[in-house]
């Protein structure tokens, strides 16, 4: 018996790295669990051409929106553990989903294989040039005075942008109505229009709009002022530091990726990393690059569920 274990599990690894020499001789998939034009999107088609030309293979973007980004992270779950279904790892579909879903059909901390965490972005919250306040002192006064009246877009329910927005409303005793959208593209578009007078996004989709002035800046989440909005305060600054956390957009694959695999992908990211232009690409979004092991993303996945579980727990959010 025991002998037959050890033959077995033999087996196992030469089929393991037999995989891996070979890796990767057809196209790989990357998931974006969102619309197109949000941030997940952003990172991903920065990424995907390097990357691809790292590993010899072409890196194709597939976006597949819908839930909070949890439909589409399902399926990079369920996936063949073979490194050509790959998927972008979320802030929303790694914490803040599975710290406030409670019919979530995967564990974000058991079911993928953490890879790389590519970048950490900030977040903001900004609104319709038309709101009648262009700063935060001004937009707390508005929405005092009228509980009820407005209402916000967000990149889907019990995403980063929810979560956060419900925590802004819960800490500064606000009301906003959550509208959510199958990704940050399609909420800022309406946010444009005029259809929803306010946003919660992560700077690198938001920014474009405000460098164009049609969304302006409120307050930022962020470590300290951006350089690109250097006149936008941070959570912190206007005393909501708990809101105060940034996004991260990694890469996973499903659990039980064999491990020559995963570091062939993380070395392939860091090779694509160290080209000027496409740091540049990521840094002219605001986005700080992180470039780590998959160790370390794995343990900021779990930090970060932690973190969103408690802030879930003591403001008793629910999904509505
Ligand atoms: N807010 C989402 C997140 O950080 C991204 C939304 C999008 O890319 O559309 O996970």
Same mark, same amino acid.
Do not use: C, W
């Given at each position: ?10 087996? @196992? ?6 995989l ?8 790989? =998939?990357?998931? @974006?669990?969102?619309a197109?034009? $949000?941030?997940t ?12 030309? !790292?590993?010899?293979?072409?890196? %194709?973007?597939?976006?597949?929106? /819908? ?15 073979d490194? &050509?279904?790959? $998927? ?7 914490? !803040? ?20 965490? #590519?970048?950490?972005?900030?977040n903001?919250?900004?609104? *319709? ?6 700063? *935060?002192? $001004?937009?707390?006064?508005? %929405?005092k005075?009228?509980? /009820? ?6 990149s889907?329910?019990?995403?980063? /942008?929810?979560?956060?927005?419900? %925590?802004?409303?819960?800490?500064? $005793? ?7 959208? +199958? /990704?940050?593209?399609?909420?800022l578009?309406?946010?444009v ?12 989709? !938001?920014?474009?709009f #405000?460098?164009?002035? =049609? ?9 300290? +002022?951006? !350089?690109?909005l ?7 600054? @206007? ?5 105060? =956390?940034?996004?991260? &957009?990694?890469? &996973? ?16 990211v ?8 496409? =740091?540049? +690409?990521?840094?002219?979004t605001g ?34």
């Amino acid at each position: 018996m025991f002998r037959h274990t050890l033959i077995a599990a033999g087996l @196992v690894a030469v089929a393991g790295s037999t995989l891996a020499q070979g890796y990767p001789n057809k196209v790989i =998939r990357l998931q @974006v669990p969102f619309a197109p034009g $949000g941030t997940t999107d952003i990172i991903a088609r920065v990424i995907a051409e390097p990357l691809g030309k !790292a590993l010899g293979q072409t890196v %194709l973007i597939e976006n597949k929106a /819908g839930g909070g980004g949890v439909v589409g992270a399902n399926e990079t779950a369920k996936a063949a553990p073979d490194g &050509y279904s790959l $998927g972008m790892a979320t802030v929303s579909t790694t914490a !803040a989903n599975p710290a406030i879903n409670p019919k979530m059909p995967y564990n974000a901390m058991t079911d993928f294989t953490p890879i790389i965490n #590519i970048a950490a972005t900030p977040n903001v919250i900004a609104v *319709h040039p038309g709101f009648p306040a262009k700063d *935060h002192k $001004g937009f707390l006064a508005e %929405l005092k005075k009228n509980p /009820g009246k407005y209402s916000y877009s967000s990149s889907g329910t019990g995403g980063i /942008g929810h979560l956060q927005m419900e %925590l802004y409303k819960n800490l500064s $005793g606000t009301y906003i109505t959550h509208i959510p959208y +199958r /990704g940050a593209g399609p909420a800022l578009n309406d946010t444009v229009a005029g259809q929803v007078p306010m946003t919660f996004d992560n700077l690198p989709s !938001a920014l474009p709009f #405000i460098q164009s002035n =049609r969304l302006v800046p409120i307050v930022v989440a962020a470590p300290q +002022r951006l !350089a690109q909005l250097p006149q936008v305060p941070t959570f912190k600054e @206007v005393g909501l530091e708990p809101v105060n =956390r940034m996004a991260y &957009y990694g890469i &996973y694959g499903p659990k039980g990726m064999p491990r020559d695999i995963v570091d062939k992908i993380n070395a392939g990211v860091r090779k694509a990393l160290e080209d000027p232009a496409v =740091r540049k +690409r990521i840094e002219d979004t605001g986005s700080i690059i992180i470039a780590n092991t998959p160790e370390q993303f794995g343990e900021q996945i779990k930090a970060e569920f932690e973190v969103y579980k408690k802030v879930v727990d003591s403001a008793k959010l629910k999904l509505d």
